[in-house]
């Protein structure tokens, strides 16, 4: 039998932990817990704080983005943003480049496709 995930207000504030680390430490917060494994995909809580690369870098699997805390600035090749706040989400195209950047330190879901899913 699997562990539940029953607070994730417990979740969000180790997740706030790690990245507040991160920040002190003089950089930008790219930190997360992996939460489950299921149906082909990975399912991780984490956190972000400034930019997280310099131009868009591809991602390898689709990837769904779920702001629970915060907002999201996602800048693709072509020059477009997609601004995600909180309650919001969006799904990112496996093999296309993406750039986010989070003005605020920002607690979201993200769902990776895994594997032959």
Same mark, same amino acid.
């Given at each position: 039998?699997?562990? !539940?995930?029953t #607070?994730?207000?417990r979740? !969000? !504030?180790?997740?706030r932990k ?6 002190? $430490?003089?950089?930008?917060? #790219? *930190?997360?817990?992996?939460l489950?494994?299921?149906?082909g995909c990975? *399912?991780r ?5 400034g930019p997280? $690369? !310099?131009? +868009?870098? &591809?991602? +390898?699997q #689709? ?5 629970? #805390?915060?907002? &999201?600035?996602?800048?693709?090749? &072509?020059?477009?943003?997609?601004? *995600?706040?909180? /309650? =919001? $989400?969006?799904?990112?195209? /496996?093999? =296309? ?5 989070? +003005? ?7 769902? =990776?496709?895994?594997?032959n &899913?």
């Amino acid at each position: 039998m699997h562990p !539940k995930v029953t #607070d994730v207000e417990r979740l !969000k !504030k180790q997740v706030r932990k790690l990245a507040a680390g991160s920040v002190l $430490s003089g950089g930008g917060a #790219d *930190v997360g817990l992996d939460l489950a494994q299921m149906a082909g995909c990975l *399912v991780r809580i984490a956190a972000g704080y400034g930019p997280l $690369s !310099k131009t +868009p870098q &591809a991602i +390898p699997q #689709d990837t769904l983005i779920w702001v629970l #805390d915060g907002y &999201a600035e996602i800048h693709n090749n &072509a020059g477009q943003v997609i601004n *995600v706040s909180q /309650g =919001e $989400s969006t799904t990112l195209t /496996g093999g =296309e480049a993406y750039r986010l950047v989070f +003005p605020q330190l920002t607690i979201f879901l993200r769902v =990776e496709a895994v594997g032959n &899913a």
